[in-house]
Nanobody, 126 residues
Framework: QVQLVESGGGLVQAGGSLKLSCAAS????????MGWFRQAPGKEREFLAA????????YYADSVKGRFTISRDNAKNTVYLQMNSLKPEDTAVYYC???????????????????WGQGTQVTVSS
């Protein structure tokens, strides 16, 4: 059992920055690879970034490379997503999730993740 709570969302102007946090409780946080996704109304949930349990390996969707940075602090049971140069098309609900480790699914597939937070809203105005 793992519980995840996202925070840090809000309203920003295009070109601005936000840092999202995902606080975990329950089963040992450091045992999990983690991912960030987002979902806009009427659209599919989109993979953004993933990080290994140790934080030593990261992976990004092409659309956010150079703008978003994923990191984690296992001592604080928290994973972060630093978002820079935000665009109106970044507007969405942002979710963090734990990887299941099921080899059937690629890390970019939402089915590869077992526990999800409730999300935090990010709105970018033009």
């Amino acid at each position: 059992q793992v519980q995840l709570v996202e925070s840090g969302g809000g309203l920003v102007q295009a070109g601005g920055s936000l840092k999202l946090s995902c606080a975990a409780s329950g089963r040992t946080f450091s045992s999990y690879n983690m991912g960030w996704f987002r979902q806009a109304p009427g659209k599919e949930r989109e993979f953004l970034a993933a990080i290994s349990w140790s934080g030593g390996i990261t992976y990004y969707a092409d659309s956010v490379k150079g703008r978003f940075t994923i990191s984690r602090d296992n001592a604080k049971n928290t994973v972060y997503l630093q978002m820079n140069s935000l665009k109106p098309e970044d507007t969405a609900v942002y979710y963090c999730a734990t990887r299941t480790g099921d080899p059937t699914y690629d890390r970019r597939d939402k089915s590869a993740y077992g526990y999800w937070g409730q999300g935090t809203q990010v709105t970018v105005s033009s």
